[in-house]
């Protein structure tokens, strides 16, 4: 039976991933912080079955002991501070916990079990102001937010380490991936549930950003399952994944408010408090690669992730 570590286990992603691979057999270990009110609402359902490990991503210590506990063939990073607008007021903290942290990781790997197989969760948020399109592996990284540098550290500590000390370590570049099990401070589920909302007359409102960003959404659901593909190769190497599709904000709201009846206009109020201090205009992402050699490709499709929000958010608010 495969043994897997899975950092940031109880967020969208570590949640998807940890139900692919408890059905695929393997024994799953996951890292958390010690909070006074820990959140297990994405993996409610298979708690029981996870083997859970106390540390932090900054306490190399605890870092090393993880590992020496789980003996992963399989460690998944996914943990960070994850929230793009938090980076700005937060950058050290996003720098330490979404960069540094990376290092940790690694270092914790490459000292108790170095065949161990690595995953680092890197982020279309690396090309921020890009350079062409559509992105792909070999697009520059121009990051236009402290999360997108931090994820620009961690993801060529990553490459160094599987050059160093020939580790199988690979990253994935995951364009923007969502899910009924995304925070609600994300725009696509502040939309999907602002939408329930009002459609249930608890709101009247909603407040946002640039309507005119561009961003290709696919679902965290099927992402998980390329991670796991990218472990499973006789090589380590970085793929892009994403639909190849871009949206708009504006779009997201037409769809979402579309599906319950409703005219977005009515209800979106422009502030610009939600406006970012630099702007990420256009991902658009190549997953070629990732299709030709993984084997990999979406199943869900823009429509039918915005609608399968709005429906849990619609069932979340009747409660």
């Known amino acids: 039976m ?8 109880t967020g969208q992603d570590g949640s998807y991933l ?12 996951g890292l958390r912080r010690r909070t006074s009110t820990p959140n297990f609402e994405n993996v409610a359902a298979i708690q029981d079955r996870i083997h859970w ?16 506990v789980s003996d992963p063939d399989e460690v998944y990073n996914l943990a960070a501070q994850s929230f793009v607008a938090a ?8 720098g330490q916990i979404t960069g540094m942290a990376v290092t940790n990781m690694l270092e914790a790997v490459r000292i108790v079990k170095p065949t161990a ?23 520059p990284f121009y990051p236009r937010s402290p999360y997108g540098v931090a994820k620009v550290y961690g993801h060529w500590i990553t490459v160094n380490y599987r050059e160093s000390f020939n580790m199988y ?22 939309v999907t549930n602002a939408v329930a909302r009002i459609k249930l007359g608890l709101d009247r409102e909603l407040r946002m950003g640039n309507l005119d960003a561009l961003r290709d959404w696919g679902y965290a659901g099927d992402y998980v399952k390329a991670m796991w593909l990218m472990l499973q190769q006789d090589e380590p190497d970085d793929y892009v994944i994403a639909t ?60 039918q992730l915005i609608e399968m929000m709005v429906n849990q958010d619609l069932e979340r608010n009747r409660t």
């Open 2 to 9: 495969k043994r897997a570590l899975i950092t940031g286990i």
């Open 18 to 29: 940890a139900e692919l691979l408890l059905e695929k057999g393997y024994e799953v270990y």
């Open 53 to 68: 490990l106390s540390g932090d991503l900054t306490d190399l210590a605890s870092l090393i002991e993880a590992v020496r």
């Open 87 to 94: 980076s700005w007021p937060q950058p050290i903290a996003t």
């Open 117 to 139: 197989r690595f995953y680092q969760a890197s982020s279309s948020e690396m090309f921020g102001k890009v350079v062409e399109t559509p992105q792909k592996e070999t697009t």
């Open 169 to 190: 370590a690979c990253s994935g570049i995951l364009f923007n991936h969502e899910s009924p099990r995304r925070g609600l401070e994300f725009v696509t589920r502040k």
């Open 244 to 303: 190849g599709e871009t949206h708009s904000v504006r779009e997201l709201l037409e769809v979402a408010f579309g599906y319950v009846g409703l005219d977005y206009r009515q209800y979106v109020v422009i502030d610009p408090a939600f406006v970012r201090p630099a702007e990420v205009d256009l991902l658009l992402g190549d997953s070629s690669k990732a299709g030709s050699k993984l084997g990999w490709k979406r199943e869900v499709d823009f429509k």
